[in-house]
């Protein structure tokens, strides 16, 4: 039986494939070698790997809203900041470390920064989604084809993977985590997927930094609006969820007491959740939502190399 890692980048501007692939499948390579011997290193290489793609829709989406995108620049700078969290060893991921990035300031600094004012207890919410991450919005609004264009490119990786009979892991960011989780329910509820792939299952799915938790996201996701076992997907067997302290986008850092219902009716194995500190640096900043920092961390190379 073969193995599939599939990886699903997240919101905001990206390089082309190829170049953020590169970047991905580095980090990852990296923790590995880092933390792990050289047989993990070939198991891990040896695995069908793959990016789910979507960065022209996103892109394009973007520039129409009037933001403007350095390619060259953003690449260089994903570079730099892969280089630096190489340079750390395994047991550096603490608090401390993370306290003394330049640039470092909370979800709620972040927030109050962007609306005007104070926050106490919040969430994503309309208003502050359409302004910080106006790409995710859109993914939410039913009168638009983007949800549909940015959710096509994971369909036949996932079908190919399950048509191979291939133990399959799905690596998934940001708004990936959102594609992900509403392509895996319509593998297993609608009509064109249901008979041949609803049986099939994902073996693990890691989320990295995900707004899943979040009141106003998951009232978008596929499923949201029914009762009963039919809500949610029944295909993942383990889901290991992956947040990092600071990152407004998964400010709701726990997924297992939003989806504690899937137990109820028998359709997941397992929910975990993992607060990490994510030691990117981007521009200057420090940067917890980066997706380099999620993949090279420790506790995410332990879920991957466990898996293998």
């Not at 927030?111 to 208003?127: Q, S, Y």
Request: hydrophobic share 35%; net charge positive.
């Amino acid at each position: 039986m073969g193995k599939t890692i599939l990886f699903v980048h997240g919101r905001s501007f990206k390089p082309d494939k190829v170049d953020l692939w590169k970047l991905w499948k580095g980090a990852v390579r990296a923790g590995i070698k880092r933390d792990y011997p050289p047989s993990k290193l070939r198991a891990f290489d040896d695995a069908k790997t793959e990016m789910i793609y979507y960065g022209n829709y996103s892109n394009q989406f973007l520039r129409s809203k009037g933001q403007s995108y350095n390619k060259v620049a953003d690449v260089r700078d994903r570079q730099k900041t892969l280089e630096s969290l190489k340079v750390y060893d395994a047991n550096q991921f603490t608090k401390s470390t993370y306290k003394k990035l330049p640039g470092k300031a909370s979800y709620k600094e972040f927030i109050a920064d962007v609306l005007g004012g104070p926050v106490g207890a919040i969430g994503l919410g309309e208003e502050l989604t359409s302004f910080a991450a106006p790409d995710m919005a859109h993914y939410w609004n039913p009168d638009t084809q983007y949800g549909s264009d940015v959710r096509y490119p994971m369909i036949n990786p996932l079908r190919r993977a399950m048509d191979r009979g291939d133990r399959i892991m799905v690596v998934s960011h940001s708004l990936g985590t959102m594609i992900s989780y509403d392509t895996f329910w319509k593998f297993a509820h609608m009509a064109e997927y249901r008979d041949k792939y609803s049986r099939k299952k994902i073996d693990r799915w890691i989320t990295l930094g995900s707004p899943l938790a979040d009141e106003t996201a998951k009232r978008h996701l596929r499923g949201a609006q029914v009762r009963g076992r039919r809500k949610y997907p029944n295909n993942v067997v383990d889901w290991f969820n992956v947040a990092a302290e600071d990152d407004y986008i998964s400010h709701d850092s726990k997924v297992r007491n939003d989806y504690k219902e899937m137990f109820k009716y028998g359709l997941i194995r397992k929910i975990e959740d993992y607060m990490i500190y994510n030691l990117s640096v981007r521009d200057g900043d420090s940067n917890p939502h980066s997706g380099i920092g999620y993949l090279i961390h420790p506790t995410v190379v332990n879920l991957i190399c466990k898996w293998l």
